[in-house]
């Protein structure tokens, strides 16, 4: 029998497409939700171990407030005491004992990191690992050279003449940098974290090895979702001069309507059916997070971003920072469910545009300073230098500040608090740099005495 031309490729591609989607369909099937009516058995088991109990009653009494908030959660409801979370292996770098166990063979923590909670929140731990809120949080406290010089030898005083060894040069970090951003905690003799290390903010690294701190949002020992989903679970860490993302909120006409009516909303809906009807304007989760329309909930915050807003000149995001072109379409998804296209459409041509004024601003002022450097002009001590520390307050502060206006709809953080000033900085940057070429010298004094325009 004669073969005709062309046949075995087109057997072959026919094979090669029936095995796509095959393959296609057995991808979807792991990613689909388990169908629980095909379990044979959906058991619920109510009560506590004798040792769960003897925590219970030990700590009613030691701590009562801690029992007392972790009754009225859904942990307590689920059956999840003390003793589930707290309680760690022997060989466990963290493991220590109360004086309630003293003699026994159990070993608790003090400290929870999210390997514990993944043993019930998989998903959401390997979510939140993969966004800036896990170890890129943390990254300036524990890894980066130059933030430990601002925060030891700088705000530590050390430059002024506190001693090296002085727990005092630890002040500014444990009460303010540590407390958003977290920390690395270092352990005592007893296993248990040293007066300095912990508690600390979302990044927090454990000996572990977990990195992260779910209670920041979802306060111990409540953990409730409804306070996570409320902006001021955000407000904590994201406010102030330098990314006053809860002000900018509060103006906005989303913000507005959550100060009007967000005492009426129903804010305990379960994860993935907290919808609009439930609210009638969204909060920092329901953008960010939250499952709303097609989208499912997610605690990648990175996930639903375009812009870096948040260093020195926006770049559309990749990498760590997550998928720049992928996050405008799944934000846009969110706008979808109350706005227009149109409207969409308009949001985002201004913030694009209020970005890339901003980075004009930024790539200028950020010339002069390196003609500057390139002919010596510039101070060894940039906190001493008008020139640097103007460039710093131009993208950490009003160049904030504006980007971030114009993400949310806060006008006048947009302009008053950032445009507006972001020309005056520049301004003062081109004299400063037209004067030190003109005299080929520095001039002696900084003129810049306050914390940096606000």
Not at 289 to 318: A, F, Q
Request: charged share 25%.
């Amino acid at each position: 029998m004669k073969r005709r031309p062309g046949s075995v490729s087109l057997g072959l591609a026919l094979f090669l497409a029936a095995m796509s989607c095959w393959s296609a369909a057995l991808a979807e099937e792991k990613r689909a939700y388990p169908n629980m009516s095909k379990s044979a058995d959906i058991v619920i088991k109510r009560g506590y171990s004798p040792e769960a109990l003897k925590c219970i009653e030990c700590h009613a009494k030691e701590t009562p407030g801690i029992v007392a908030g972790w009754k009225e959660g859904r942990m307590a409801h689920a059956g999840v005491s003390c003793y589930d979370c707290h309680v760690v292996d022997a060989s466990s770098p963290m493991a220590s004992q109360c004086k309630g166990l003293k003699g026994t063979r159990i070993f608790t923590s003090p400290m929870v990191s999210p390997k514990t909670c993944a043993r019930c929140h998989p998903t959401e731990v390997d979510q939140f690992s993969k966004s800036g809120h896990a170890k890129l949080a943390s990254a300036p406290v524990v890894e980066k050279k130059k933030f430990k010089n601002l925060i030891y030898e700088l705000e530590g005083g050390t430059f002024a003449g506190v001693p090296g060894e002085s727990k005092l040069r630890l002040a500014t970090r444990q009460s303010g940098c540590q407390m958003c951003h977290g920390a690395e905690v270092q352990l005592g003799p007893d296993r248990k974290p040293t007066n300095d290390s912990w508690p600390g903010g979302i990044g927090m690294r454990y000996p572990d090895g977990g990195v992260g701190n779910c209670v920041v949002c979802h306060n111990r020992h409540q953990f409730k979702i409804s306070e996570a989903r409320k902006p001021e679970a955000c407000a904590k860490c994201h406010l102030g001069p330098d990314h006053p993302d809860i002000e900018i909120y509060y103006e906005s006409s989303h913000g507005q309507i959550f100060l009007t009516d967000g005492e009426n909303w129903k804010w305990d809906s379960a994860p993935d059916a907290w919808e609009p009807g439930d609210y009638t304007a969204p909060t920092c989760a329901t953008c960010h997070m939250s499952g709303i329309g097609e989208l499912n909930t997610t605690h990648n915050v990175n996930e639903r971003l375009h812009w870096d807003l948040v260093h020195p000149k926006s770049v559309v995001r990749s990498g760590a920072r997550g998928d720049g072109e992928k996050g405008r379409r799944l934000m846009r998804k969110v706008c979808a469910n109350c706005h227009s296209t149109l409207h969409i459409d308009n949001h985002f041509a201004k913030l694009d545009r209020a970005v890339e004024l901003y980075n004009f601003y930024f790539d200028k002022a950020t010339a002069m300073i390196d003609t500057l450097k390139a002919k010596r002009l510039l101070k060894a001590d940039p906190w001493k230098d008008p020139a640097q520390e103007l460039h710093y307050y131009l993208w950490h502060h009003t160049g904030r500040r504006a980007r971030h206006g114009a993400a949310m709809d806060g006008p006048d953080y947009a302009h008053w608090h950032g445009f507006f000033q972001i020309f005056q900085v520049y301004k003062d940057i081109e004299d400063i740099y037209n004067y030190r070429l003109k005299h080929n010298e520095i001039e002696e004094l900084s003129p810049v005495m306050s914390t940096g325009p606000l």
